[in-house]
């Protein structure tokens, strides 16, 4: 996997973050979701790094980054602590700004990137999602079936941790043929550690509470994205029949210009289809340049 990048773990000031970085050109963070790592963008990383630096993390709580102690109101996994982490390793490797993509509870990371840093972030790429807030306040009977996932893992500890510990081959079901088999090993060692169990409920513990705070408190105070923001797609996942008008959705959020893709592929794109996934970010990134 990611030929010619380089692989290593920075710390910065609350954890250490594994990153795999390489590539040359302006500077691009990849940010994975759950359960993933970073080496989800294997097959991605490698097409836009012909021209462009890529930077691809553990978030902490996954993989092998850090799993700080958690708090009471559970900020510690807060997406706006994961987005300060990213820019912090984003100035270590020497990127004052960076374009961003991130996927699924990376999107909300790249979001919170782009809201709270918008000098840092020139464009943003939100992979198969709608802001939390949106989702929350959109909230039916639909989209309760369809991502209980979100009120299971977020219940108070230890009760999911104990359920899904005990039986991860049930809740993770993901094959090294769809993930390829180096990036599924990397997923199945992450997954033994209960540290990550638990850290990845964390993360929906601050999701329905502070992130949705945060992003109703951007959203009280006027502040929206600045750069130009690519919301994309997969026209097998669950987002297009949960949401009519997805790009408006992002345009509502956004004073920048916003464009909205779908691309055959299920909820992860950048593993069933990255190349057209590269030649959308090249696309629009070439526009905006």
Not at 54 to 69: A, E, H, I, W
Not at 86 to 108: I, P, Q
Not at 109 to 133: E, M, Q
Not at 139 to 166: K, L, M, N, V, Y
């Amino acid at each position: 996997m990611f030929p010619d990048f380089t692989l290593e773990h920075i710390s910065l000031d609350e954890v250490s973050l594994r990153v795999r970085h390489g590539g040359t050109g302006p500077a691009v963070l990849l940010i994975h979701g759950h359960p993933r790592t970073h080496t989800t963008w294997h097959r991605l990383a490698p097409l836009l790094a012909q021209e462009y630096t890529v930077v691809c993390p553990d978030l902490r709580g996954y993989g092998q980054s850090s799993k700080p102690p958690t708090d009471g109101r559970h900020e510690t996994y807060s997406k706006r602590r994961m987005a300060a982490d990213c820019l912090r390793l984003m100035t270590a490797l020497g990127h004052e700004t960076f374009h961003v993509v991130g996927h699924d509870r990376g999107g909300y990371v790249a979001t919170r990137l782009a809201l709270d840093h918008p000098r840092a972030v020139t464009h943003l790429t939100a992979l198969d999602i709608v802001p939390i807030a949106e989702a929350l306040e959109r909230c039916d009977a639909d989209f309760a079936t369809r991502w209980w996932h979100w009120f299971f893992r977020a219940q108070p500890h230890p009760g999911p941790e104990t359920i899904i510990g005990s039986n991860l081959s049930l809740w993770y079901q993901d094959t090294a043929e769809q993930m390829g088999e180096e990036s599924w090993r990397d997923l199945q060692n992450a997954l033994s550690d209960p540290r990550t169990i638990h850290a990845m409920c964390e993360d929906y513990r601050a999701g329905l509470g502070v992130d949705n705070e945060h992003d109703l408190a951007d959203r009280r105070a006027g502040r929206r994205v600045q750069c130009p923001t690519l919301a994309v797609w997969g026209e097998e996942s669950d987002l297009p029949d949960l949401y009519d008008d997805i790009t408006g959705i992002w345009q509502s959020w956004a004073d920048g210009p916003v464009t909205g893709r779908s691309v055959k592929s299920g909820h992860h794109l950048a593993e069933d289809a990255p190349g057209e996934l590269a030649r959308l970010l090249r696309a629009a990134w070439a526009a905006c340049a």
